[in-house]
């Protein structure tokens, strides 16, 4: 047995051990703003000069601020270090082309991978979220990634939780991808702002009302 099934003992439900682990995985408010600055940096440059390489300087810029804040707290740089990857990967697009619209190209394309892993985990029931469960583990997970797939509520709740994803992504790309194809840089940099953390509030929002309400007994004939 690994230690992360030993660990199932501290639970009552499924739902208590999905907020906790879920809890660990997420960056907070300040997160959100770091990752949503950047964004909303670009698009503002953009709708006042036009300028590509200027709005990709300022979003740098204040990415690079912002990781020598968390540094010099010695805070954890991680998700300041993902904002900074995507202003990266978008600025490759958007100088390769030229086009100022496709800083948001990357975005949209893992949106749409995203939203195609979600489908399929949940549909072989495999759901992502069983994966984060054993991820907030790592001794446990690298000695057996698939432990929580022996707990058959597990699996049940995680595929509601994706299922909320799901619809999220689905939301973003039937907006985004028509501005995109329209070149409405501007509202591509305001729809991506409000499609990203407050709508993933909203969304959490929902999942957290799943873990609050449901009561899915953790299956004790599995922990020994």
């Known amino acids: 047995m690994v230690r992360s099934e030993a660990d199932l003992r501290r639970y009552d439900t499924v739902e208590e051990l999905l907020r906790d682990k879920l809890s ?5 408010w300040r997160g959100a703003v770091e990752s949503a600055v ?15 390489r200027t ?11 912002l990781l020598l804040v968390r540094l010099a707290q010695r805070q954890d740089p991680r998700f300041i270090a993902y904002a900074a990857a995507g202003v ?3 600025a490759f697009f958007a100088l390769r082309s030229g086009r100022a619209e496709d800083a948001f190209l990357p975005g949209m394309l893992q949106n749409a991978g995203l939203l195609v892993l979600l489908l399929v985990t949940n549909l072989t029931r495999w759901p992502l979220f069983g994966f984060v469960v054993g991820v907030a583990e790592p001794e446990a997970f690298a000695e057996d990634p698939t432990w929580w797939r022996r707990h058959s509520g597990i699996v049940t709740v ?9 619809a999220l992504n689905v939301v973003r790309l039937s907006i ?5 194809l329209a070149e409405q840089v ?3 940099g305001v729809a991506k702002v409000v499609l990203g953390w407050p709508a993933y509030l909203l969304a959490i929002t929902a999942m957290g009302a799943i873990l609050l309400r449901g009561r899915t007994p953790i299956d004790p004939s599995r922990i020994a």
Not at 158 to 166: K, P
Not at 176 to 180: A, E, G, R
Request: hydrophobic share 65%; aromatic share 8%.
């Open 55 to 65: 709005s990709l300087i300022v979003a740098g810029v204040l990415v690079g601020v």
């Open 158 to 166: 995680a595929a509601r939780l994706a299922w909320v994803l799901i």
């Open 88 to 90: 990266g990967i978008s």
């Open 176 to 180: 985004m991808v028509p501005l995109y």
């Open 186 to 188: 501007a509202a591509l």
């Open 24 to 28: 660990e995985a997420l960056g907070g």
């Open 38 to 52: 950047p964004t909303l940096a670009f698009a503002l440059v953009w709708a006042r000069t036009e300028n590509l």
